[in-house]
C-alpha cells in the first residue's frame, strides 16, 4: 500500500475530524462487541470458526478474530491468502475453486508457508488440479462443495456432491477431507425463513458427510456459513466449522436482513458535506468509488448513521447526494460538515479503501492498511 | 502501486493467455479510435478539449488524448490531481467543490507545480475557499457551476449560477473564470432528446456566460460535457471546452444509451471459467471486486464480448455467474477457459484494478499502473 498523499507531511491525525474525507472507519467497540458475539455462536454449539477475510482485508482484524478463538482464516481468493500467510497466517481455507496452472502454481509456493486446503466442486476443477499437484509431487486437502443456494459454485444436489467426493478421492495430489456448504438467507428476513435455510445448509452438509463416510471416504471437516445462517447452521449436530464474515462490521443488508441493528455496524464511510445547492439536496465527497457500487436493487447506496431516515439516493463515481423525503427533519448540515455513512456492504466498502481508521469513539487509535484489497486473483 | 503477488518470479507476460485472471484488459486499436472520434469532435467544432481523467485514472491514456490535441484534464478529486501532476501533467480542472482546509492546503502545494481550476456551487463554499486561499497569499482560478440535471454539484438555476458568481467575483482569493455545466443524458437512449439535452447543456452555459460578462465578470470558460451529450452541447457557439471522459473505454452503458457500439468497447476483464456444476450455468472468477458492483438497475454485471447475449446474472464478491437464458445456444466453454467481459461502467471497472493491461489483439503490449485509483479523496 502506498502512502496516501493527502496525509504528506501532517502531524498524525488524533481525531476523525483531523483526517481527510472519504476515509473508512472502524468502530472498536462495536467491532470488538460484533467480533465476541459470533465467537460466542461458534463456541456454543462447540464448532471451530475459521472466519472469511474477504470482509475486512486486514491483518489487525484477523488477529482479533484468532485471539477471539478462531482456528484460521477462510479467504476466496488466493492473492487474499498470500497477503495474509505474509502478515503470519498460516491456516487458512480457500474457499473457491483454484483453476489454471497459474493458481495452482502459486498455491504449491504457499504451501511452504502455510497449511491450505481449497474448494472442489466439478470433476473436470478436481482433474486438472490433480494433475498438476500430482506432478508436482504434493498432495492438497480439498473440500466438495454443495450449491446450498447461493447458485454460483457448488455441485447441484447432495446426490452430486456425494459422487463427485468419491471420483475426487481416487485421483492423486487431492486431500479429500471433507465438504463444504454455503446457504443462502439473503433473500429473505423472515426469522423462521432463515432458520430453517440455516438448518438445511448445516443438514445437507452433515449429510453428505456421512454419505461419504459410509462409503470409506474422510470427511472430517463439515463447513458451513455465512452470517445470517449462522446461528441456526452450527447448531446441527456433525457441523464441524463456521465461516461467517460480514458480520465483523455488519451493514445495512445485514440489518435489513435482521438480526444485526444499526448500532452493530462497525464500519462507516465519513464524507464531507460539499454542495447543498438545493434546501432539501445534500452532496456528500462519497461516491461509488468510496462507497462501493452496489444497491441491492434498494436505489440507496447508504445511510447516514446519525440519521438513518435519509439515505444516498443517487451515488455517481465521485458524489452521494442526499435528498430530504417530504416532512423529513432537515439535518441542517453546513457546507465542510462530516456525515458518516452507513454503506450498503461492509465487504464491499472496506475493498474501496487502502486503509481502515479504527476509532474509539471520535479518538483516532490505528490504522489498518486493507492488505487483500484488490486481491481478486 | 505494489508489486501483484501473481507474477512473483514468472516472466513478463506475451499474451493474454499468459496473465492470471481477472484482469482487466484495453485494446489498443480501439482506445485509439475512441480517443481520435471524441478528439475530432471537440477539434471539428473549434472547442478545446479537457478529458476527464477519472475513466482511465493512468497516465499513459492521459499522454495520449493530450497526443490528440488535449490541451489539459478533468479530474474530480485532489487525490486524483496529485498523482498525474506527480507523473508530469501540469494543467488541470478540479470539477469538483474543494471543501475544508485539509483539501485546501493540498490545492495550495499543487499550485506549486501545476496549473489548477476548481468548481464553486455554493456561497459557503466558495466564501471559505476565499478566506483560507487568500490567508495564504492565494488567487486561484474557479468556475461557478450550475446542475445540468444530474442532481449532484451546480447551482440550481442559470440564474442562481449568475447570482453566485457576482458574490464568487467579489472574494479575495479566487478569481473567477467562466461557468461549468454538465447536461445528464443518462435517462434516455433516444437520440433525439440526447441531442436536446446536450444543446441545451450547451445554451444554458453559454447564457450564463452572457450574463456573467453583461454584469463586467470574466467568463473566458465554458466547459461542458459528458460522452452522450458532447457531439450535441460542442456546437453550441460560444461552448468552449468539453471534459467528456468514459468515451476513452466506452462500456454497456454508453452502448445502451447509443452511439457507442459493443465494438467501441475498449475496456474487458478477463475471468476464468471456474465452475459449471450446472449445464446452463457457468461460473467466472470475476465479481463485483472485479467488476465493479454498478448493475444500473438492469441486473446483470457485464457481458462476454464474444456472447453479448449472455450476461453475469448474479455477481458477489468473487463470483460472476452466466446462466443460459431458455434457448440460448451453449458456449460450450469448459473450465479454465476464459471469457473477456465487458463492464457496465468502464470508470468504476478500471477503478478496482492496480493495472490495466493494454493489449494489440491477443499481444501484451503494455502494463498500465492505475495511478489514480482509490484516490477519492
Same mark, same amino acid.
Given at each position: 500500500?502506498?502512502?496516501?498523499?493527502?496525509?504528506?507531511?501532517?502531524?498524525?491525525?488524533?481525531?476523525?475530524?483531523?483526517?481527510?474525507? +472519504?476515509? $473508512?472507519? *472502524? %468502530? @472498536? =467497540?462495536?467491532?470488538?462487541?460484533? #467480533?465476541?458475539?459470533?465467537?460466542? &455462536?461458534?463456541?456454543?454449539?462447540?464448532?471451530?470458526?475459521?472466519?472469511?477475510?474477504?470482509?475486512?482485508?486486514?491483518?489487525?482484524?484477523?488477529?482479533?478474530?484468532?485471539?477471539?478463538?478462531?482456528?484460521?482464516?477462510?479467504?476466496?481468493?488466493?492473492?487474499?491468502?498470500?497477503?495474509?500467510?505474509?502478515?503470519?497466517?498460516?491456516?487458512?481455507?480457500?474457499?473457491?475453486?483454484?483453476?489454471?496452472?497459474?493458481?495452482?502454481?502459486?498455491?504449491?509456493?504457499?504451501?511452504?508457508?502455510?497449511?491450505?486446503?481449497?474448494?472442489?466442486?466439478?470433476?473436470?476443477?478436481?482433474?486438472?488440479?490433480?494433475?498438476?499437484?500430482?506432478?508436482?509431487?504434493?498432495?492438497?486437502?480439498?473440500?466438495?462443495?454443495?450449491?446450498?443456494?447461493?447458485?454460483?459454485?457448488?455441485?447441484?444436489? +447432495?446426490? $452430486?456432491? *456425494? %459422487? @463427485? =467426493?468419491?471420483?475426487?478421492?481416487? #485421483?492423486?495430489?487431492?486431500?479429500? &477431507?471433507?465438504?463444504?456448504?454455503?446457504?443462502?438467507?439473503?433473500?429473505?428476513?423472515?426469522?423462521?425463513?432463515?432458520?430453517?435455510?440455516?438448518?438445511?445448509?448445516?443438514?445437507?452438509?452433515?449429510?453428505?458427510?456421512?454419505?461419504?463416510?459410509?462409503?470409506?471416504?474422510?470427511?472430517?471437516?463439515?463447513?458451513?456459513?455465512?452470517?445470517?445462517?449462522?446461528?441456526?447452521?452450527?447448531?446441527?449436530?456433525?457441523?464441524?466449522?463456521?465461516?461467517?464474515?460480514?458480520?465483523?462490521?455488519?451493514?445495512?443488508?445485514?440489518?435489513?436482513?435482521?438480526?444485526?441493528?444499526?448500532?452493530?455496524?462497525?464500519?462507516?464511510?465519513?464524507?464531507?458535506?460539499?454542495?447543498?445547492?438545493?434546501?432539501?439536496?445534500?452532496?456528500?465527497?462519497?461516491?461509488?468509488?468510496?462507497?462501493?457500487?452496489?444497491?441491492?436493487?434498494?436505489?440507496?447506496?447508504?445511510?447516514?448513521?446519525?440519521?438513518?431516515?435519509?439515505?444516498?439516493?443517487?451515488?455517481?463515481?465521485?458524489?452521494?447526494?442526499?435528498?430530504?423525503?417530504?416532512?423529513?427533519?432537515?439535518?441542517?448540515?453546513?457546507?465542510?460538515?462530516?456525515?458518516?455513512?452507513?454503506?450498503?456492504?461492509?465487504?464491499?466498502?472496506?475493498?474501496?479503501?487502502?486503509?481502515?481508521?479504527?476509532?474509539?469513539?471520535?479518538?483516532?487509535?490505528?490504522?489498518?492498511?486493507?492488505?487483500?484489497?484488490?486481491?481478486?486473483?
Amino acid at each position: 500500500v502506498t502512502a496516501r498523499r493527502s496525509d504528506a507531511g501532517r502531524p498524525p491525525a488524533r481525531f476523525i475530524g483531523d483526517l481527510d474525507t +472519504p476515509v $473508512a472507519l *472502524v %468502530d @472498536l =467497540a462495536r467491532l470488538e462487541s460484533n #467480533l465476541g458475539a459470533m465467537a460466542a &455462536v461458534a463456541r456454543d454449539a462447540g464448532v471451530a470458526h475459521r472466519p472469511h477475510a474477504k470482509t475486512h482485508k486486514t491483518r489487525e482484524v484477523a488477529e482479533r478474530q484468532l485471539a477471539h478463538g478462531a482456528i484460521g482464516l477462510t479467504v476466496a481468493k488466493l492473492g487474499e491468502a498470500e497477503v495474509l500467510v505474509d502478515a503470519g497466517f498460516d491456516d487458512l481455507f480457500v474457499a473457491y475453486p483454484l483453476v489454471g496452472p497459474l493458481k495452482l502454481e502459486r498455491l504449491v509456493a504457499l504451501l511452504e508457508r502455510a497449511r491450505l486446503r481449497f474448494e472442489v466442486d466439478t470433476l473436470d476443477g478436481a482433474t486438472a488440479a490433480s494433475t498438476f499437484l500430482a506432478g508436482q509431487g504434493r498432495r492438497v486437502d480439498v473440500v466438495v462443495s454443495l450449491d446450498g443456494g447461493a447458485g454460483r459454485s457448488g455441485a447441484a444436489s +447432495p446426490e $452430486a456432491v *456425494v %459422487d @463427485l =467426493a468419491e471420483r475426487v478421492a481416487e #485421483l492423486p495430489g487431492l486431500e479429500l &477431507v471433507g465438504v463444504m456448504n454455503y446457504g443462502n438467507a439473503y433473500g429473505t428476513s423472515d426469522p423462521e425463513t432463515q432458520a430453517s435455510i440455516g438448518r438445511r445448509e448445516g443438514e445437507d452438509a452433515v449429510a453428505i458427510a456421512a454419505a461419504m463416510r459410509a462409503r470409506g471416504l474422510r470427511a472430517d471437516v463439515v463447513t458451513v456459513g455465512s452470517t445470517p445462517t449462522a446461528r441456526h447452521a452450527v447448531k446441527v449436530p456433525g457441523v464441524t466449522e463456521l465461516r461467517a464474515g460480514v458480520y465483523a462490521f455488519q451493514d445495512l443488508k445485514q440489518v435489513s436482513l435482521g438480526p444485526a441493528t444499526l448500532d452493530d455496524c462497525a464500519l462507516t464511510v465519513m464524507a464531507t458535506v460539499v454542495s447543498h445547492a438545493r434546501p432539501d439536496r445534500y452532496v456528500l465527497d462519497a461516491g461509488i468509488k468510496a462507497l462501493a457500487g452496489e444497491d441491492y436493487g434498494w436505489g440507496t447506496w447508504g445511510r447516514p448513521q446519525a440519521r438513518p431516515d435519509l439515505a444516498i439516493i443517487r451515488a455517481t463515481e465521485e458524489h452521494g447526494v442526499i435528498e430530504l423525503p417530504p416532512g423529513a427533519a432537515d439535518p441542517g448540515w453546513r457546507i465542510g460538515e462530516r456525515v458518516r455513512i452507513i454503506p450498503n456492504h461492509a465487504c464491499g466498502a472496506a475493498n474501496m479503501h487502502d486503509e481502515l481508521v479504527a476509532v474509539d469513539g471520535e479518538r483516532v487509535v490505528e490504522r489498518w492498511p486493507v492488505i487483500g484489497r484488490g486481491r481478486f486473483r
